[in-house]
């Protein structure tokens, strides 16, 4: 095992959101490649906004996902008095100090430097305050050097990233409740974890150098930094809910397969030549961090359906079948109760389905009998030569030995040059017959995974709905 550490940091205040994703796959396939540890905590520091249930929900789209961790789930709530502890170590050596100024008086500075049009600045009243007393209520603040100089950190991705030290105010490390703020227990955290990268999002770029003087202060050696460009919906604004599901969950419920958002989220940023599919063992050869792109990827529904129609189709028949039996359930339909074997059926289906969802409906008429048939489809044939197809087929089926789906498609071809029939005016309404509608599996097929008995009851029944029309 190398001693590349990596972690996935997700706060607890909702799903497992695409974005979010990402970045874990990010990590995950990094520590994959250089054989590291892969680290997930949950920083849940915001005790308001955070929830179990989340912290669930994020377990569950990881799980889903095939995002195994190799160390945790950490939770920063354990962590508190350690970080206290830092604190106190940075007040003792000067690094940091109390604040007294109240949220009024702050707001009321704030709003005086808007209207002045100055940056809106922790002022620094508190600094060199003698005062210190422990029972009055204040914050803590970080001493953030006002030296002139500039604070800056290499990014895998974006390259060398400077901010001058006179934007960086002295940053809240401690709330007058007592509790840390996320930018000091990230460090400790990534201190104690022995974190050797940290990949995340671009949205938190602005944090960065102010982490980066908290390692200076605390003395110790900063990670590496990779930030991840932003996902954004077509419109070109970040992916939210008005632009469809975000969450990892509501893909797997739309019929989504993980290997398919996986490979789709692996190439929302990152490219590897030409390549578009990425087999797990794929990615994890050819990930490189940097090669993730320095523009935000734009979400594209299209293509994620793209890819799912295609890992269906190449699908373990028998996988498949264990995906798609709750969506079946759902339905009102149990394949173990009875009708075909769910894995033929599948077998006729996922050359066509782009999701799960879709193959449980087009699976729907192989255990349920057409109540109705789809009359405009119906209604392009006469009812003479209707009769006539259906009568014909039925004592075609009844003599054939025929027991492969090529074999019942040769029976077809033969009806049709013995009437003939071109092949629409015996497959569509056999195919009407037997599913209800048009939009079904090759005849063959359909035949050999009803059965012929089967079959040959269907095609009764619309010879009985058709007759009396
Ligand atoms: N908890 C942060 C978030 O969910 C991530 C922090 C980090 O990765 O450093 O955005």
Redesign the pocket.
């Known amino acids: 095992m190398s001693d590349v550490r990596v972690?996935?940091?997700?706060?607890p205040t909702g799903y497992l959101h695409v974005g979010?994703a990402r970045?874990a796959l990010f990590n995950w396939l990094l520590a994959r490649k250089q054989g590291g540890t892969f680290i997930l905590r949950i920083?849940d520091t915001d005790v308001e906004r955070s929830t179990q249930e989340s912290v669930d929900a994020i377990l569950q789209g990881m799980e889903w996902l095939g995002l195994d961790w190799d160390e945790g789930p950490f939770y920063q709530t354990d962590n508190f008095p350690l970080y206290k502890e830092y604190v106190q170590k940075l007040l003792t050596e000067g690094k940091a100090y109390r604040c007294y100024c109240s949220a009024e008086e702050l707001e009321a500075k704030r709003e005086l430097a808007m209207k002045e049009g100055r940056k809106p600045k922790y002022d620094g009243s508190c600094r060199n305050r003698a005062e210190q007393s422990e029972d009055k209520p204040h914050c803590v603040r970080f001493r953030a050097p006002q030296d002139g100089g500039a604070t800056s950190f290499v990014d895998l991705i974006k390259g060398t990233i400077t901010f001058p030290n006179d934007e960086l105010d002295d940053l809240i490390i401690q709330r007058s409740d007592g509790t840390p703020t996320?930018n000091f227990c990230?460090v400790i955290d990534d201190v104690i974890m022995k974190i050797t990268t940290?990949i995340?999002?671009d949205?938190?770029v602005n944090?960065t150098p102010r982490q980066v003087q908290l390692y200076q202060a605390l003395g110790f050696p900063a990670p590496q930094f990779a930030h991840v460009p932003m996902i954004l919906g077509s419109d070109k604004a970040r992916l939210s809910k008005r632009h469809g599901a975000t969450s990892v969950i509501a893909y797997r419920d739309m019929g989504f397969l993980p290997e398919a958002l996986m490979n789709y989220l692996v190439r929302l940023g990152w490219s590897h030549g030409d390549d578009e599919i990425f087999s797990r063992e794929e990615m994890i050869e050819k990930f490189d961090i940097t090669n993730v792109g320095r523009s935000p990827g734009v979400f594209n529904p299209d293509k994620l359906l793209w890819l799912n129609a295609h890992y269906i189709k190449c699908g373990d028949p028998q996988r498949l079948a264990d995906l798609l039996i709750p969506f079946l359930k759902k339905r009102g339909v149990d394949p173990a109760i009875g009708g075909p074997q769910l894995v033929e059926v599948i077998k006729t289906l996922q050359e066509r389905a782009r999701t799960m969802l879709e193959m449980a409906d087009s699976a729907l008429f192989y255990y349920h009998a057409p109540e109705s048939y789809d009359k405009a489809a119906l209604a392009k044939f006469d009812t003479e030569q209707l009769l006539a197809v259906y009568g014909a087929v039925m004592e075609k089926l009844a003599a054939s030995p025929a027991t492969t789906a090529a074999e019942f498609d040769a029976l077809f071809k033969e009806l049709c040059t013995e009437n003939g029939w071109k092949m629409p005016q015996v497959g569509q309404p056999v195919r009407i017959a037997l599913s209800g509608g048009t939009q079904a599996p090759g005849i063959g097929e359909i035949v050999v995974t009803l059965g012929k008995e089967e079959t040959i009851r269907r095609i009764q029944r619309a010879r009985e709905v058709v007759g009396k029309r």
């Open positions: 972690r996935f940091a997700p706060s979010g970045t920083e996320y990230v940290v995340r999002g949205d938190h944090n």
